[in-house]
């Protein structure tokens, strides 16, 4: 799937969309600790990064680097348990009043990573977990965590 990039794109451009627009703020997730709303602002965030509006350290040490990043080209699903390091103190605060709005955030961020320009999608960005990622790292690493928390939500199924 990962490796599918028309896959990537369709779910990049279109199925994440449609599934957040199916998001009700008293839906509760199978795993983990975020409202609704806080895991539609976190994928806003994670755009943001992405096409470099917020920066982030990467401070995982290069040999495991090294050993993180094959997970992006393979299928193998994000686990439920993940902490993403920069979170573990705690989810920031909420930016906005509703899932529409912060949906709008998500929709305009996400606008903003896929339409880089060629210039742009040279450029590498610091992941938290995985370090610089260039523009297609970039995709993989949002299908496989964007997936996740849609799954976390119920608003798509598990793929077998």
């Given amino acids: 799937?990962?490796?599918d990039e028309r896959l990537r794109s369709d779910f990049l451009?279109?199925?994440?969309?449609?599934?957040?627009?199916?998001l009700s703020p008293t839906q509760a997730p199978s795993w983990g600790?975020?409202?609704?709303?806080?895991m539609v602002e976190h994928l806003a965030w994670a755009a943001e990064v992405s096409h470099g509006a917020v920066s982030v350290p990467c401070k995982v040490p290069p040999k495991l680097l090294e050993r993180f990043r094959p997970f992006l080209y393979d299928d193998t699903p994000t686990s439920r348990e993940f902490m993403n390091p920069?979170?573990?103190?705690?989810?920031?605060?909420?930016?906005?009043?509703s899932i529409p709005e912060a949906a709008a955030l998500?929709?305009?961020q996400m606008a903003l990573f896929l339409g880089q320009s060629p210039?742009?999608?040279?450029?590498l960005r610091i992941h938290p977990v995985f370090g610089p990622l260039n523009y297609e790292d970039w995709?993989?690493?949002?299908f496989?965590?964007?997936?996740?928390?849609?799954?976390?939500?119920?608003?798509i199924e598990e793929a077998h």
């Fill in 106 to 108: 998500f929709h305009t």
């Fill in 1 to 3: 799937m990962v490796n």
């Fill in 144 to 155: 496989k965590h964007f997936f996740h928390h849609l799954l976390q939500f119920g608003l």
């Fill in 33 to 38: 600790r975020m409202t609704p709303l806080q």
């Fill in 86 to 97: 920069i979170l573990k103190k705690g989810i920031p605060a909420v930016r906005t009043k």
């Fill in 13 to 22: 451009r279109r199925i994440v969309h449609l599934a957040l627009d199916q």
């Fill in 119 to 123: 210039d742009e999608k040279a450029l």
């Fill in 139 to 142: 995709e993989r690493s949002h």
